[in-house]
Nanobody, 124 residues
Framework: QVQVAESGGGLVQARGSLRLSCLAS?????MGWFRRAAGKEREFVAS????????SYRDSVKGRFTISRDNARKTVYLQMNRLEPEDTAVYYC????????????????????WGQGTQVTVSS
């Protein structure tokens, strides 16, 4: 059973920055970040392949968010810059069962293990 745990959420003013971390029990599985705003469906934010070479982002965060990983530390990061109130949500880390990531499939189909989430609140 793969385990993941998020940290780094908090309250930040608009145009500020936060970095989320996800500590996993595996080092080279495909990883991703999702979020769920109050009253909305969970949505994909970013993903990264097991070797860290390939990444993918939802359009609204491109150029502002960066996903990265340190496999030696079994940690995936989500650097979030120029945050907007619309980014307010609970952010979830997810791990795939393998290092492979199918960029042609709906993002959620790549992930089997989920964390409990960390709240990010952006004030205007």
């Amino acid at each position: 059973q793969v385990q993941v745990a998020e940290s780094g959420g908090g309250l930040v003013q608009a145009r500020g920055s936060l970095r989320l971390s996800c500590l996993a029990s595996v080092s080279s599985n495909a990883m991703g970040w999702f979020r769920r705003a109050a009253g909305k469906e969970r949505e994909f934010v970013a993903s990264i392949s097991g070797n860290g070479i390939m990444t993918s982002y939802r359009d609204s965060v491109k150029g502002r968010f960066t996903i990265s990983r340190d496999n030696a530390r079994k940690t995936v990061y989500l650097q979030m810059n120029r945050l907007e109130p619309e980014d307010t949500a609970v952010y979830y880390c997810a791990a795939g069962a393998t290092s492979n990531y199918d960029f042609t499939a709906p993002p959620e189909r790549n992930f089997d293990y989920w964390g409990q989430g960390t709240q990010v609140t952006v004030s205007s």
